[in-house]
């Protein structure tokens, strides 16, 4: 009986997570041609250019000079960014019930802002961009196959990668014990933030936006909790 009641709290914890993962599919169906997300891509390189911090070609280039690193960064960029994020979620629901909500809300705030920017304003990566100095065997990654059903091409603005890395590593940051555990997370988002530039996936700015997001997510998320408080606090019995 109790199993089956951990069950149905798991799932019913666990049901907005779902929902807006699910929302990416539905950005890759409705991705649009080309012409317009290399547009916004060659603006932000130009906007970069002007400030005279578009680097992350040499950075790429410098990863490229050693193909283990880059392997493991291209690998890391698909295969961990997501497991991190809900491996997180799940050790809050295990170990820290009370903070899970919060956690929680703020994920499914920041990834519900994050595919209304991917369908409004969608955004190629710098590295499908030839004469930006990328490597041409980077630049159709992610057009074909289950990739490319699974996400849209031109999610690059703001970075996903560098949202969920800040919301992981504020929730373990402070709710790990550990004091190594805290300064590894607070490390996470500095070695997701290198990742996504050696691969040609985002420029700095997409991080930036991706911040945003991040703290925008968060807002929402204590404003949902303060709403919840309110209304519980006005149904008790006076």
Same mark, same amino acid.
């Given at each position: 009986?109790?199993?089956?009641?951990?069950?149905?709290?798991?799932?019913?914890? #666990?049901?907005?997570?779902?929902?807006?993962?699910?929302?990416?599919?539905?950005?890759?169906?409705?991705?649009?041609?080309?012409?317009?997300?290399?547009?916004? +891509?060659?603006?932000? +390189?130009?906007?970069?250019?002007?400030?005279?911090?578009?680097?992350?070609?040499?950075?790429?280039?410098?990863?490229?000079?050693?193909?283990?690193?880059?392997?493991?960064?291209?690998?890391?960029?698909?295969?961990?960014?997501?497991?991190?994020?809900?491996?997180?979620?799940?050790?809050?629901?295990?170990?820290?019930? *009370?903070?899970?909500?919060?956690?929680?809300?703020?994920?499914?705030?920041?990834?519900?802002?994050?595919?209304?920017?991917?369908?409004?304003?969608?955004?190629?990566?710098?590295?499908? /961009?030839?004469?930006?100095?990328?490597? #041409?065997?980077?630049?159709?990654?992610?057009?074909?196959?289950?990739?490319?059903? #699974?996400?849209?091409?031109?999610?690059?603005?703001?970075?996903?990668?560098?949202?969920?890395?800040?919301?992981?590593?504020?929730?373990?940051?402070?709710?790990?014990?550990?004091?190594?555990?805290?300064?590894?997370?607070?490390?996470?988002?500095? /070695?997701?933030?290198?990742?996504?530039?050696?691969?040609?996936?985002?420029?700095?700015?997409?991080?930036?936006?991706?911040?945003?997001?991040?703290?925008?997510?968060?807002?929402?998320?204590?404003?949902?909790? #303060?709403?919840?408080?309110?209304? *519980?606090?006005?149904?008790?019995?006076?």
């Amino acid at each position: 009986m109790a199993t089956d009641r951990t069950w149905a709290r798991a799932a019913r914890d #666990a049901w907005p997570v779902v929902v807006v993962l699910a929302l990416c599919p539905i950005v890759a169906v409705l991705a649009p041609g080309p012409a317009g997300p290399l547009a916004r +891509i060659r603006e932000l +390189i130009e906007d970069e250019r002007s400030l005279g911090l578009f680097f992350e070609p040499s950075v790429h280039a410098w990863a490229a000079a050693r193909p283990p690193l880059l392997g493991i960064a291209q690998f890391a960029y698909v295969g961990v960014h997501l497991p991190v994020m809900l491996g997180v979620l799940a050790w809050t629901w295990f170990a820290r019930p *009370r903070a899970f909500p919060l956690a929680r809300n703020t994920f499914v705030c920041a990834q519900a802002l994050a595919t209304i920017g991917y369908v409004l304003v969608p955004t190629a990566p710098p590295r499908m /961009v030839p004469e930006a100095g990328y490597g #041409a065997d980077l630049v159709q990654t992610g057009q074909h196959g289950l990739e490319r059903l #699974a996400m849209s091409p031109y999610a690059a603005m703001p970075s996903g990668h560098a949202a969920f890395a800040l919301i992981a590593a504020g929730i373990v940051a402070t709710q790990a014990r550990s004091r190594a555990v805290r300064l590894a997370a607070l490390a996470y988002p500095v /070695v997701v933030l290198g990742e996504i530039m050696v691969t040609g996936n985002h420029l700095w700015l997409d991080a930036v936006a991706g911040a945003a997001v991040a703290g925008a997510g968060f807002a929402l998320a204590r404003g949902l909790s #303060a709403v919840r408080m309110s209304r *519980r606090l006005r149904s008790l019995p006076t």
